[in-house]
């Protein structure tokens, strides 16, 4: 949580400081497309990017992003709440997980000519999905109501978390980091490799045990990507 605030601040004094007195030299425009994978999980992804660089800070960029993504998740994937009181957190699971997202986000970027090295983070991210009958299972039942009781190992109603703002600030939000190595082949084409973090969540219906409605999947895996430059 201390990076994800520290990462965003970072963001915010160095586009003010570089930015101030200096002109935009460069602008680097380019669509990755790829997806990361681990087991029983996919998420293939388009992402637009735009990185600008300032006057002498020509090996560092700072931009934007635009992405749609799906995220795939399959082998009964298993979401938990985030923050229960009682420390023990109730869960709900459903066979298989299909969200669409559309995303907006901050990038910085290290480009060395043939190879770049940067970060990126969601600051808004929209999901959509349909909803599913998942079972839901409460961690602890002597900290539950009997109100609440009567749904455990029952199926409950829930759906993709739709409006995410700034999720990386949150565990309880859906978006995606990651940190990545661009290959530039030419001019024109790169691999793109990295590490993405990635949280996927889901909302009940009802508002469910210690006033809990979000549900949780966080994930960490590979992607691997083609880049496309763009010509200004």
Do not use: C
Request: aromatic residues 14%; positive net charge; proline residues 3%.
């Amino acid at each position: 949580m201390r990076f994800a605030y520290g990462f965003v601040l970072f963001l915010i004094v160095t586009f003010s400081t570089v930015s101030k007195g200096q002109r935009i030299s460069r602008v680097n425009n380019g669509l990755d497309i790829g997806s990361g994978f681990t087991t029983n999980t996919y998420t293939p992804t388009i992402n637009y990017y735009q990185n600008l660089t300032f006057g002498n800070f020509r090996y560092f960029g700072i931009g934007w992003t635009g992405r749609l993504s799906g995220n795939i998740i399959g082998g009964n994937p298993v979401f938990e709440t985030m923050g229960n009181p009682f420390g023990e957190e109730d869960q709900i699971s459903l066979k298989k997980a299909v969200v669409y997202n559309a995303a907006f986000g901050v990038t910085v970027n290290f480009d060395f000519k043939f190879v770049e090295i940067g970060a990126n983070v969601d600051l808004l991210n929209i999901s959509l999905g349909k909803a599913s009958n998942v079972l839901y299972k409460i961690a602890n039942l002597e900290n539950a109501t009997d109100s609440i009781i009567k749904y455990n190992n029952t199926r409950i109603k829930a759906y993709p978390q739709m409006a995410n703002l700034m999720p990386i600030l949150t565990k309880k939000s859906a978006g995606n980091s990651e940190a990545y190595l661009r290959l530039w082949i030419n001019q024109e084409v790169a691999v793109k490799v990295g590490y993405q973090l990635l949280n996927v969540v889901y909302s009940s219906e009802k508002t469910m045990n210690h006033g809990q409605k979000r549900f949780v999947n966080q994930i960490g895996m590979p992607f691997a990507a083609l880049t496309f430059q763009i010509q200004n």
